[in-house]
């Protein structure tokens, strides 16, 4: 029996999903090992009934928490897909100022308390809000690594996510460290996984696969004294994926 | 007329983005009709506050999945605009390239997996594999191919650029490289021809519905303008005072929607593949002529469901240009440049571009050291929101004595012909009251 595999979105860009599209011809392969009952961006059909959730987003809202609970009584394994679900990403820098005060920037005084659709609290990650089995981690997803997780589960298998950080896949691409050329990266404390595609093409790694649990921070700090930077620019450089996570030492 | 209906399409499938359909009759009187967005909002141009002139892009790319190259684009003319930053023909051309594939994966994405399956009659491109449909179908997912193949090639990534940076590119592909694109794009644009012949046949398929409406969009002397060019509207004209767009794109709030509405001169205006059809028709290239012909699409055409047929004539159109722009950059030689040199200064930026879904604009004002002080963003779908509205208020008294199933199946016909792309019209902020 094929597992039965159901994509849910939350708060993101669906972009994540959108990945999935672009594996091209080898959606077809996908659908040859599991099953997929649910996918709402390009599926009219649903079902309750499914092993695997795949969830793509942040937890901004009270009915969302609800609808979330559901989908982790229904599914045997639950996997977060990409940024905004496994560490919130872009969507947790607004956590730095009280919900209220971003709601009263955004809408004025336009009287939509008690309206459900806009009852926005602080940003969540999926495991801030229900226990997650694996995590599929970027902004956006790498489809190679998608396709590894699934091929994993459908044979019972547990992935393998990288725990080394970015820069060790740049070395390995014999890319020139973008320190060098006075950009500030953030491969050096960044979990691999990407096949550092950004400074790849000369843009410096925003963080987006989350910082490592444990970055070698002896080497940090060296590269940051060898370039003359600080560990405070440092932690800001890692509010834009990794808001309240920055501290790494 | 006497029936009572009750319809709520919660989540509206195979579109981008959260939306209901309500639809309550009582006696055959309409008591409710909403298009309701339910998207949760994020509140994008907050977070861009006190953000650094080279993350606006970066962040902003993020507001949307599938236009992430259009969103970085507007990001980085209105922060240039701030800077005033000029930058080198190369790059505008370069950037031609990637808006070009953007609009390719996005319309074949609406067109094919999205629209399709209506006119075919199953309920996603699933069942297509192994049915007699399945070459279409293998036709469609190689030119999706070929649109992510150059969105790769010329911004590093397909959902989300890397390469697009304030002042040029953070690298190039090789001449080789474009040289391969253009083969795989004169190939592409036979494929489509023959796409454009099954979507012919099952035309038929499209509701016949016409309700007169203003399109805007931006228009070109030079071009079919997508990268560039002025403000327009097909009631009022032309408005090249780009900094006041606001004067034209009036937006406001409703309470069943997340995302804003919009309105110029009448209840609601329409922008898109349609609006831009319907606005630059004569600047298409000579092969999307004649698909817009073999559909016999002529402007101004006042049917939203033959938006996705003017997408399916500019797709051919994009790859068109597309070789018209690799081959000035070969038969004139291009080599890498590095990004023009920024001096940072206070001030207010404007960027509109056409993506696939509309016109969108950015504006940043930035403060001395390029921090940003204030965004605002109006998006696509938002502008499309109240157009919606009013054309199912117009469509449902058409419809209403159908069966229930066609008439909830032509109602999201309607919303997936806007092609709605709604985390992106929930990115919010900036209010403006009606």
């Not at chain 1, 599991?34 to 390009?42: G, K, L, N």
């Not at chain 1, 989908?71 to 560490?87: D, S």
């Not at chain 2, 080789?176 to 979507?199: F, S």
């Not at chain 2, 398929?205 to 071009?223: C, H, K, M, V």
Request: hydrophobic share 35%; with cysteine; net charge neutral.
């Amino acid at each position: 029996m094929k597992p039965k595999v159901a994509f849910f979105d939350f708060s993101s860009c669906e972009g994540c999903q959108l990945q999935i599209a672009n594996l091209e011809e080898e959606v077809l392969d996908l659908i040859d090992i599991v099953d997929v009952v649910s996918f709402r961006e390009v599926m009219k059909e649903h079902s309750d009934d499914y092993d695997i959730a795949i969830i793509e987003g942040s937890i901004m809202r009270p009915m969302d928490v609800s609808r979330l609970k559901k989908i982790r009584n229904n599914a045997k394994i639950l996997v977060a897909l990409g940024a905004c679900a496994t560490i919130g990403g872009i969507n947790k820098i607004r956590n730095q100022w009280p919900s209220e005060e971003v709601k009263k920037e955004v809408y004025g005084d336009v009287g939509l308390e008690g309206n459900k659709y806009f009852d926005a609290f602080q940003t969540k990650a999926i495991d801030e809000v229900v226990p997650v089995d694996y995590y599929i981690h970027g902004c956006p997803i790498n489809r190679d690594e998608f396709k590894h997780v699934i091929t994993s589960l459908a044979l019972g298998k547990k992935p393998i996510i990288p725990s080394y950080p970015v820069c060790v896949e740049c070395k390995k691409k014999e890319n020139v460290c973008l320190f060098e050329e006075g950009k500030f990266c953030l491969g050096p404390i960044t979990r691999a996984g990407c096949g550092a595609i950004c400074p790849t093409h000369g843009s410096p790694c925003e963080g987006c696969r989350g910082i490592l649990k444990k970055p070698e921070i002896e080497c940090v700090m060296e590269i940051l004294e060898r370039y003359d930077l600080t560990y405070e620019e440092l932690k800001s450089k890692c509010k834009m994926y990794n808001y309240g996570m920055e501290e790494c030492k | 007329m006497s029936k009572d209906i009750d319809i709520c399409i919660e989540h509206v499938t195979r579109v981008e983005g959260h939306g209901n359909i309500v639809l309550n009759v009582k006696k055959g009187k309409i008591e409710k009709l909403e298009w309701q967005i339910s998207e949760a909002p994020r509140f994008f141009e907050a977070m861009l506050r006190d953000r650094d002139y080279t993350e606006l892009r970066p962040i902003t790319s993020r507001i949307c999945g599938i236009c992430s190259i259009g969103h970085s684009l507007a990001s980085l003319k209105a922060t240039e605009d701030a800077l005033g930053v000029k930058n080198t023909e190369q790059t505008g051309i370069f950037r031609r390239l990637a808006i070009n594939a953007e609009n390719m994966q996005s319309h074949i994405l609406h067109v094919g997996y999205l629209a399709v399956p209506d006119l075919l009659g199953v309920g996603s491109v699933f069942p297509l594999v192994g049915s007699k449909h399945q070459e279409t179908l293998l036709k469609i997912v190689k030119l999706h191919r070929l649109s992510n193949e150059m969105s790769d090639l010329i911004c590093g990534r397909t959902t989300h650029p890397i390469t697009l940076v304030v002042g040029g590119f953070s690298s190039l592909p090789s001449k080789k490289q474009l040289l391969t694109l253009k083969e795989k794009l004169e190939d592409g644009l036979k494929t489509t021809q023959e796409v454009a012949k099954v979507i012919k046949s099952v035309e038929n398929n499209f509701p016949d519905f016409t309700r007169e409406t203003e399109y805007i969009g931006l228009t070109s002397d030079q071009e079919y303008a997508l990268y560039d060019g002025d403000i327009a509207s097909t009631d009022t004209g032309r408005h090249p005072d780009y900094k006041n767009y606001r004067k034209i794109m009036q937006e406001y709030v409703v309470p069943f929607s997340t995302a804003k509405h919009a309105k110029h001169k009448r209840d609601s205006y329409m922008v898109g593949a349609l609006a831009r059809f319907n606005l630059n028709s004569n600047k298409l290239h000579t092969g999307a002529k004649k698909v817009a012909n073999l559909f016999n699409l002529k402007p101004i055409n006042y049917n939203p469901f033959m938006n996705n047929i003017a997408q399916l004539v500019e797709f051919v159109h994009n790859i068109e240009d597309s070789i018209k722009w690799i081959d000035t950059l070969l038969d004139e030689g291009f080599e890498y440049e590095k990004p023009v040199d920024i001096k940072l200064k206070e001030g207010r930026g404007v960027g509109i571009v056409e993506v696939p879904r509309g016109i969108l604009v950015h504006d940043y004002t930035l403060n001395k050291k390029g921090k940003c002080v204030k965004a605002n963003c109006i998006i696509p779908t938002n502008q499309n929101h109240a157009n919606i509205q009013k054309d199912m208020e117009e469509f449902v008294p058409k419809i209403i004595n159908k069966p229930k199933k066609e008439i909830e199946l032509n109602l999201e016909m309607l919303v997936r012909a806007y092609d709605p792309c709604i985390s992106c019209s929930t990115h919010y902020l900036n209010v403006i009251f009606k």
